[in-house]
């Protein structure tokens, strides 16, 4: 199973990025997928998931009203579009998904895609 995440890249601040990731290997229709960041010096924090494809989305409180996640029609690609960017969004964003649906806020990720860099610059 492969998650490729890709999309990042240098913003101002104000603009728009949206992030996809494809996964392939299995089915991620049932499944929770999400996106996580990191920022430099800092741990990995959780950032917008779905339940399933189609299902409830969660959001960190920091990025809510301005990220909004989805699915293509497979279910298999999941992206991140993400709105009046902000410097503190600079950070490398990993997208996660599960063998099943569940809660990405609580419960592990068994598959993680490597990361894509989104830089906002003020």
């Known amino acids: 199973v492969q998650l490729q995440a890709f999309g990042g890249g240098l913003v101002q601040a104000g603009g728009s990025l949206r992030l996809s990731c494809a996964a392939s290997g299995r089915t991620f229709t049932r499944a929770a997928m999400g996106w996580f960041r990191q920022a430099p010096g800092k741990g990995r924090a959780f950032v917008a998931a779905d339940r399933w494809s189609g299902g409830p989305t969660y959001y960190a409180d920091s990025v809510r009203g301005r990220f909004t996640i989805s699915r293509n029609n497979t279910g298999n690609t999941v992206y991140l579009q993400m709105n009046n960017l902000k410097p503190e969004d600079t950070a490398v964003y990993y997208c996660?998904?599960?063998?099943?649906?569940?809660?990405?806020?609580?419960?592990?990720?068994?598959?993680w895609g490597r990361g894509t860099l989104v830089t906002v610059s003020s």
């Open positions: 996660a998904g599960r063998t099943a649906a569940g809660d990405l806020r609580r419960s592990p990720a068994d598959y």
